[in-house]
């Protein structure tokens, strides 16, 4: 037997009928949601339960439904939905039916095991079915009733831009994240993930009896979505399902992209005849009309035992920085005061203070949903209020309010200084060094995506132009060092996301940089990891992804490729 079906009690009836009685079943808790309903082919197992009726004949091309009972639905009963049933009913019997999804969902990894095993086993040239892919077979099959017996075929020739192998879970709820052009339908009849769905459409219409026309197309389209997002949810044993979204680099306050798929935004005929938007929602997906705790989007992702909750169709998060997040915090010191210029929801901010132990963090923010999530994660993670200080908007205005204001009883000087802007915090190097201890200097992590090729001609410039800058404001005895260039993770085919540990203040510093290659004078450069100083050039050369004289970086640099 099929190790992703079984031999259950089923209702046959005509596949006009099967979708009203599948509904009524359901309605009278008698659907047996373990299985699927299969249409009726000689190649399916089938026995009668039925003494009055012999010949398979009656129940070809009809549906078998799953039910939980049939003795009691032959009994009399004054229910109008059962009596609405028998007579729509062929015959009583067992059949080999397809678990459900939910059945698959309850013990997913087991029944994928076995699934994959038994493709593998079956045909060593044909690769076992990813989740996704199972996903879209399960769901054109059932929606077609059966019918759609070329699915498989046709979902296994997606490309994987279309179809991933893999996908992306995320949060303490392990939240689904589709990349943005996943099982995205394009309106378009070339487009392959339409070309896969309109044989299943066509099926739809014709089961039941309607004509297929651009309104009720988009209608099936958005049926088969929604549909195919129940499935993954089950699969995946997940309550939410989102779709990737791109953040503009010149979106000042970095809003999400990222849509809500799952749960599917509920949709009243009426709405789904007249506004495309509606439909568009299970494809592009949707920002709720709400936020905060207990909203669709609010999402927990817990890292190094930090607790970090946000919207995300509103906030935006990269996992890819949880190793950093680490680092930061082992190089912050009890009796430091950090500023962080760009903190968002905490990244942070939170692991300063909480295991770097810092004893104060100021944290600059203006997106005023990072600001609510911000307030939130301070207090759910048990952080005291004198210990840190928000200063909302941007930050190069409340920075220098902050700077200029003689009557404050704020920090106005800070150890150390995180700028974790990307793609690149240029625009905030002047104010950082505005805020540095004017006694000690301080430490700047510079966060930035940098062409591969060019890791060390960025290095030199930035310690030539964060020199340059302290030269100006605070005398010819400052200086730039950087000791260590952490790449964080990749962003884009040969340019890395890094950040940069530049040590700037006076030369005759306690806290300036050790050497072991003898110097008279310590000068700006930088210090590889055994010690080795190398002096940085006066006229070193501008990498491609600075800031052009307008102060836009634009993504011309992005072509840059390795010489």
Not at 60 to 66: L, Q, S
Not at 263 to 277: F, L
Request: proline fraction near 4%; glycine fraction near 4%; charge should be negative.
């Amino acid at each position: 037997m099929n190790t992703t079906s079984s031999m259950t009690s089923v209702v046959y009836v005509q596949k006009q009928h099967a979708k009203q009685v599948k509904t009524l079943l359901d309605k009278l808790h008698l659907l047996d949601k373990r299985y699927r309903m299969i249409p009726v082919s000689s190649s399916t197992s089938s026995t009668t339960t039925d003494n009055n009726t012999q010949n398979d004949d009656d129940i070809k091309d009809c549906i078998a439904i799953p039910v939980k009972c049939i003795d009691f639905m032959k009994n009399d009963n004054n229910d109008d939905n059962l009596v609405d049933i028998q007579k729509t009913i062929v015959r009583y019997g067992v059949h080999d039916c397809p678990y459900s999804t939910a059945m698959l969902g309850n013990n997913n990894k087991n029944m994928m095991q076995k699934n994959n095993k038994s493709s593998t086993e079956s045909s060593s040239s044909v690769s076992p079915l990813t989740h996704l892919q199972y996903a879209l077979v399960e769901t054109l099959t059932s929606l077609s009733s059966g019918e759609d017996t070329n699915a498989e075929e046709r979902v296994r020739n997606l490309s994987k831009r279309t179809c991933p192998t893999k996908l992306e879970v995320i949060g303490d709820d392990r939240t689904l994240v589709i990349p943005r052009f996943a099982v995205y339908v394009d309106n378009n009849p070339n487009d392959e993930l339409y070309k896969l769905l309109y044989p299943t459409i066509k099926l739809m219409a014709k089961n039941e009896e309607g004509l297929l026309n651009a309104n009720n197309e988009r209608k099936y389209m958005f049926s088969i979505q929604s549909h195919l997002w129940e499935v993954l949810a089950s699969i995946y044993n997940t309550q939410r399902i989102v779709r990737r979204g791109d953040i503009s680099p010149d979106s000042g306050v970095r809003e999400s992209g990222h849509r809500i798929l799952y749960p599917t935004k509920s949709i009243s005929s009426q709405q789904m005849d007249g506004c495309d938007e509606h439909i568009d929602s299970c494809n592009e997906g949707y920002i709720p009309t709400d936020t905060g705790p207990s909203s669709p989007g609010w999402i927990t992702v817990t890292e190094h035992s930090i607790h970090q909750s946000f919207d995300i169709t509103r906030v935006m998060f990269s996992r890819g920085n949880v190793t950093e997040k680490k680092r930061f915090a082992s190089l912050v010191q009890t009796d430091e005061n950090v500023l962080d210029m760009y903190a968002g929801i905490g990244y942070y901010t939170l692991p300063a203070l909480i295991h770097g132990k810092a004893k104060h963090v100021t944290a600059c923010e203006w997106n005023e949903h990072a600001l609510f999530a911000l307030r939130y994660n301070l207090k759910a993670n048990g952080v005291e209020d004198d210990r840190f200080t928000i200063l909302e908007g941007d930050c190069r205005v409340s920075l220098k309010r902050l700077l200029d204001d003689n009557y404050t009883t704020q920090i106005r000087q800070f150890d150390r200084i995180s700028l974790g802007l990307l793609p690149s915090c240029e625009g905030g190097w002047s104010l950082a060094i505005s805020c540095l201890n004017l006694v000690k200097g301080s430490w700047l992590h510079v966060h930035a995506n940098v062409p591969t090729s060019e890791k060390q001609r960025w290095t030199h410039w930035l310690c030539r132009s964060l020199s340059n800058l302290a030269v100006n404001s605070n005398g010819n005895n400052w200086i730039a060092v950087c000791t260590h260039v952490e790449k964080v993770k990749s962003f884009a085919p040969k340019v890395d996301h890094v950040v940069a540990d530049v040590f700037v203040g006076p030369c005759d510093s306690s806290k300036v940089p050790s050497l072991t290659n003898e110097r008279s004078c310590l000068e700006t450069g930088v210090l590889d990891s055994m010690g080795e100083f190398t002096l940085t050039p006066l006229d070193t050369p501008v990498p491609s992804c600075a800031l052009n004289k307008d102060g836009v970086l634009h993504q011309n640099w992005m072509g840059v490729v390795d010489t």
